[in-house]
């Protein structure tokens, strides 16, 4: 099991991207995703996830109303749409999932069985 990112890149301030996280070997519409990012010397934030039936939909306060998380079963895929960027959202992005329930809790993150390689987003000023 193994999911793919794509869809960083360098960008302005104000300006969009939006990433992609393909999911192999497993079935996504059974599974929690989300993203997270990480900047060197700093500790992993949790930015948006989806539960296995888009019930419980989380966003860090950091992102609310500039991303938006989305899913498309069909093409076992998962999307961060990333609007009104800002240099502080600069950072590599990581996509992961677990079947269990773990959506918006933190506690989880670390325990979580399918994390992606990353794909690295920048924001100049």
């Known amino acids: 099991l193994y999911v793919v990112e794509s869809g960083g890149g360098l960008v302005q301030a104000g300006g969009s991207l939006r990433l992609s996280c393909e999911a192999k070997?497993?079935?996504?519409?059974?599974?929690?995703i989300g993203w997270f990012r990480q900047v060197p010397g700093k500790e992993r934030e949790g930015v948006s996830c989806l539960s296995s039936s888009d019930s419980v939909t989380y966003y860090a306060d950091s992102v609310k109303g500039r991303f938006t998380i989305s899913r498309d079963n069909a093409k076992n895929t998962v999307y961060l749409q990333m609007d009104s960027l800002e240099p502080e959202d600069t950072a590599r992005y990581y996509c992961?999932?677990?079947?269990?329930?773990?959506?918006?809790?933190?506690?989880?993150?670390?325990?979580?069985?399918?994390w992606g390689h990353g794909t690295l987003v920048t924001v100049s000023s």
């Open positions: 070997g497993f079935n996504l519409d059974y599974y929690a």
């Open positions: 992961a999932a677990d079947i269990r329930s773990w959506c918006g809790d933190s506690r989880y993150y670390r325990f979580l069985e399918v």
